[in-house]
């Protein structure tokens, strides 16, 4: 006996809707009730009750008897570009983690606070454990750091103001002043190490990324027996920079 499979079902008017919306976003200078029915094929009182709905959930704008496209239906598109920026930063930071064997970190220093977007390891070269709030120890790890040293000096004061400066292990920066100075110190594109300053056991470093006027980073870390590795995979990271931020192929605003 032949199995058939059975038909999908199919709810017509969400289909009814999504057509609606289609033929609304085909008109830049929107359209009226009378022009989408044509276009959609769907009796005129049908399409007047759904244009109603999906004015009414936020999909459409009504603008003297035109329909426009509404800040809900601009958050699908936003959320489905946005989805598939952070795929192809995870998979290029995975990349990266499997080429040089080291755990690859990405972040960000945005609306006044340290951001990390990502983090790419695996169980045999763990990332470090983020046993102290990242955002509120900059002064302490190799991100942030990295991202500190990319800002004016008010605004980095302004940062320490917020998140004060203070001993997380035997060996992270002394003080703001001892912080602001080495960060000063530091040359254009030149990698930031951190040495259990955050993490005792681990050594970091970042590289400076800036995307217009955003901080951002990618960073690595090693246990510290393997210290004699991190300068040598992090130039390997820094030599394939620009390789690199062409795959990744985001919008800073993620």
């Given at each position: 006996m032949a199995t058939q499979t059975a038909a999908p079902t199919l709810i017509g008017s969400v289909q009814r809707a999504l057509r609606l919306l289609e033929a609304v976003a085909s008109h830049a200078d929107g359209a009226p009730a009378k022009q989408l029915a044509r276009e959609t094929g769907l009796p005129?009182?049908?399409?007047?009750?759904?244009?109603?709905?999906?004015?009414?959930?936020?999909?459409?704008?009504?603008?003297?008897?035109?329909?426009?496209?509404?800040?809900?239906?601009?958050?699908?598109a936003g959320g489905g570009a946005m989805q598939n920026r952070r795929i192809k930063i995870e998979d290029s930071l995975?990349?990266?983690r499997?080429?040089?064997?080291?755990?690859?970190?990405?972040?960000?220093?945005?609306?006044?606070?340290?951001?990390?977007?990502?983090?790419?390891?695996?169980?045999?070269?763990?990332?470090?454990?983020?046993?102290?709030?990242?955002?509120?120890?900059?002064?302490?790890h190799a991100i942030g750091q990295c991202l500190l040293s990319q800002l004016?000096?008010?605004?980095?004061?302004?940062?320490?103001?917020?998140?004060?400066?203070?001993?997380i292990t035997p060996y992270t920066v002394r003080n703001r002043q001892a912080l602001l100075e080495r960060l000063g110190g530091?040359?254009?594109?030149?990698?930031?190490?951190?040495?259990?300053?955050?993490?005792?056991?681990?050594?970091?470093?970042a590289i400076p990324l800036t995307v217009g006027s955003t901080a951002a980073t990618l960073a690595i870390s090693l246990p510290l027996h393997q210290e004699e590795r991190l300068l040598p995979a992090v130039e390997r990271l820094r030599t394939e920079i620009g390789n690199l931020f062409s795959s990744l192929s985001f919008s800073i605003s993620i």
């Open positions: 005129l009182p049908t399409t007047y009750h759904l244009l109603r709905t999906l004015t009414h959930e936020g999909y459409l704008l009504r603008d003297k008897g035109a329909f426009y496209l509404g800040e809900a239906a601009a958050r699908l995975a990349h990266w499997d080429a040089i064997g080291v755990p690859v970190y990405f972040a960000l220093y945005r609306d006044g606070e340290i951001d990390l977007i990502s983090v790419s390891d695996t169980p045999h070269s763990p990332a470090v454990e983020e046993w102290a709030d990242f955002r509120e120890t900059g002064h302490a004016d000096l008010r605004s980095r004061q302004d940062h320490l103001a917020r998140h004060p400066v203070e001993s530091l040359g254009r594109m030149e990698p930031l190490v951190e040495r259990q300053e955050y993490a005792l056991g681990t050594v970091c470093a």
